[in-house]
């Protein structure tokens, strides 16, 4: 047999040791493979390898966070009860002056002397405004208030009816100043019923405009992000 000539030999080794090489590369994965591969693997389904939500899922929740942000200004409870029984009151008040003022065998309950007079107010010029009956006006003016300041009608957003609320007791109040000025100086007597009235009043004023100031029974303002 022949011999095979060293540089042959060598050649054919070398030849070997890249077909090895080869198929070694190819049975099992590359360093770059390997380093790529558990940080694909790590990265969540849904997002990004920092943990952050891909944008997908951003878009998605941001639908329920600007509905939760449109949801009304409701005032606290505290608040609701406090505005609605006030209302009552003044409505309770209202109706009794009011069949006062047309059933003359109804005796108002309270004290007749110089000072305090309930019988010379109610019966006095003053008591008519606009030709109609004061008490008849405080009615329907309570009647209005018991309706918006109930519970109910806080958690109402419509404009309209909040501003119809606020305009009210400006115009409440404004005659309630005009009512006291009459007893003071035109009448020269005080009615205990209509100052428990005016007390009422004030109180509502103050409790609805600061209200309306904290945003009360509106909706709020969607924020972009």
């Known amino acids: 047999m022949a011999a095979r000539k060293p540089g042959t030999t060598a050649r054919s080794a070398g030849g070997g040791t890249k077909s090895r090489d080869k ?6 994965p590359e360093a770059s493979a390997t380093a790529t591969g558990p940080q694909q693997g790590n990265r969540p389904s849904g997002g990004r390898g920092n943990g952050r939500p891909s944008p997908g899922t951003r878009t998605a ?31 309770a008040v209202s109706i009794y002056l ?22 010379k107010v109610t019966t006095s010029p003053q008591s008519y405004a606009f030709g109609i009956p004061v008490a008849v006006l405080g009615l329907a003016f309570y ?9 109910w009608a806080w958690r109402i957003t419509w404009p309209p009816l909040r ?7 400006v ?15 035109s009448i ?5 019923w209509c100052t428990s009235v005016h007390v009422i009043t004030f109180a509502l004023f103050v409790l609805i405009v600061f209200g309306a100031a904290a945003g009360y029974g509106a909706a709020k303002a969607p924020t972009r992000a």
């Open 163 to 169: 501003w119809a609320r606020v305009g009210s007791m």
């Open 143 to 151: 009647v209005f208030l018991a309706v918006v300041n109930s519970p």
């Open 98 to 119: 009011t069949i006062a003022h047309f059933n003359t065998s109804v005796t108002l309950a309270c004290p007749a002397t110089s000072t305090v007079n309930c019988e």
């Open 171 to 185: 115009v409440g109040i404004l005659f309630v100043l005009y009512l006291i000025y009459a007893e003071l100086f």
């Open 61 to 91: 929740a941001a639908p329920v966070k600007a509905a939760a942000e449109e949801q009304p200004a409701a005032p606290p409870l505290w608040f609701q009860l406090t505005t609605w029984i006030l209302s009552l009151g003044g409505l």
């Open 23 to 28: 198929g070694t590369r190819g049975g099992r």
């Open 188 to 192: 020269g007597a005080i009615c205990l």
